[in-house]
């Protein structure tokens, strides 16, 4: 039987060639991608990027990191300064029962209460700083501050690490890129000059990571410092990233099939709003969504079941015809799908959103 729209569809061969390049460019240039599941949610995902090479999975809550490790993801980094009360601490320490788990740090007193809470637990901890998105993180020089502190608490610390979120902005990029490694860099020189060596130095986004990968060195050649770079995005692609230019519309893995459900006064409605694609806006789209076949069209107002398209030049579809949207945010738009239909010589199967809804 048809699947009924709206619904998330996944081109599996894209998909898999998504996944191959980014691991690919990463071996090239030496670098360890633990990729960021939190755009996926979903295990089937996760098991092609670990098979492709990928060192681990990163995630953003523990609920998530239960989910995975669960089905067998046994290398996990919660990028997060997880705030540890008694039930997280109950929660981390059975995931360190079973799996290689660290969460991230950016204050003395977040050291302290991990420390205090998680110490001999074997959970270890990664320093968070700010490359100049400016929401989670301290300033690079202080990393060594924090380090000792979670060293003097009980912890291990395996290194530092940092999300550079500003570099979502048209032709940042290779700025952004090139400011967080120097920013890494520091980081681990502030902690190294306190004793502590540094194993790990992680960033990276998808808009960055192309940039990241050619542009200037975190570590030199003769240092054993690990680099993971932890980009989501790039599995699926989406309308941000087609504005922004990191991917085309032929990289485009994930799409929301939805049905012509209006023309009326010349509007074309369809049957997929923001509960399906997710209501982001950045403040560069041109719109709340773009249609894969159509690169003109944009969608112009969203409401909970309705999206209004500016279809572009060209026959516009009629009634009941089915097309696939691209969302702003893929991200926003698997969490709130319960299944992915995953397309394949000619068929379609679903694959559970695995992490669905775990935000805590």
């Given at each position: 039987?048809?699947?009924p ?22 071996a090239?240039?030496r670098?360890s991608?633990?990729?960021?599941v939190?755009?996926?949610?979903s295990?089937e995902?996760a098991?092609?990027?670990?098979v492709?090479?990928a060192?681990?999975?990163t995630?953003?809550?523990v ?8 089905l067998?993801?046994t290398d996990v980094?919660?990028?997060?300064p ?14 360190a ?15 302290a209460?991990t ?8 959970i270890e901890v990664?320093?968070?700083i700010?490359?100049?998105h400016h ?11 924090v380090a000792?502190?979670a060293r003097r608490a ?14 979502y902005?048209?032709r ?7 400011a967080?490694?120097l920013?890494?860099?520091?980081a681990?020189a ?5 004793g ?17 990968l050619s542009g200037?060195?975190?570590?030199r050649?003769?240092d ?6 932890r980009?989501?995005?790039?599995v699926f692609?989406?309308?941000?990233q087609?504005e922004l230019g ?7 893995a994930l ?9 009326a006064d ?6 997929s709003?923001?509960?399906?694609l997710?209501?982001?806006?950045a403040?560069y789209a041109?719109g ?5 076949h159509?690169?003109?069209a ?7 079941h309705h ?5 572009g ?6 009634l ?7 969302p702003?945010?893929?991200c926003?738009?698997?969490?709130l799908?319960?299944e992915?239909?995953?397309?394949e010589?000619g068929?379609?199967?679903p694959w559970?959103?695995?992490a669905?809804g775990?935000?805590?």
């Amino acid at each position: 039987m048809p699947v009924p729209t709206p619904h998330l569809r996944v081109d599996l061969e894209r998909l898999r060639h998504n996944v191959r390049r980014a691991a690919d460019h990463a071996a090239a240039a030496r670098v360890s991608l633990r990729p960021h599941v939190k755009t996926h949610k979903s295990i089937e995902i996760a098991r092609l990027q670990l098979v492709s090479g990928a060192r681990g999975i990163t995630v953003a809550t523990v609920g998530e990191a239960e989910a995975f490790v669960r089905l067998g993801c046994t290398d996990v980094f919660i990028a997060f300064p997880v705030w540890v009360d008694d039930d997280k601490a109950t929660r981390l320490r059975d995931l360190a029962e079973v799996a290689r788990v660290a969460i991230g740090v950016d204050s003395l007193y977040g050291a302290a209460n991990t420390g205090r809470r998680l110490g001999g637990s074997g959970i270890e901890v990664m320093v968070e700083i700010d490359s100049g998105h400016h929401r989670t993180g301290i300033e690079p020089d202080k990393a060594g501050v924090v380090a000792q502190a979670a060293r003097r608490a009980g912890l291990t610390v395996r290194g530092v690490f940092t999300f550079p979120g500003h570099g979502y902005a048209p032709r940042a990029m290779a700025e952004v890129a090139a400011a967080e490694a120097l920013s890494l860099q520091a980081a681990k020189a502030a902690v190294e000059a306190t004793g502590l060596e540094v194993h790990v130095v992680s960033g990276g986004s998808t808009p960055t990571l192309t940039a990241s990968l050619s542009g200037p060195r975190v570590y030199r050649d003769d240092d054993p410092t690990e680099v993971e770079m932890r980009p989501g995005v790039y599995v699926f692609g989406d309308a941000q990233q087609w504005e922004l230019g990191t991917c085309t519309p032929d990289d485009i893995a994930l799409t929301a099939r939805a049905t012509v459900v209006s023309l009326a006064d010349g509007r074309m409605v369809l049957d997929s709003g923001s509960k399906v694609l997710g209501a982001d806006r950045a403040s560069y789209a041109s719109g709340f969504g773009r249609l894969l076949h159509r690169p003109e069209a944009r969608i112009v107002s969203l409401s909970e079941h309705h999206a209004v398209v500016e279809p572009g030049p060209g026959r516009r579809p009629r009634l009941g015809d089915q097309v696939d949207v691209v969302p702003n945010h893929v991200c926003a738009a698997v969490n709130l799908a319960d299944e992915l239909w995953v397309e394949e010589a000619g068929g379609l199967r679903p694959w559970p959103v695995t992490a669905r809804g775990l935000n805590a």
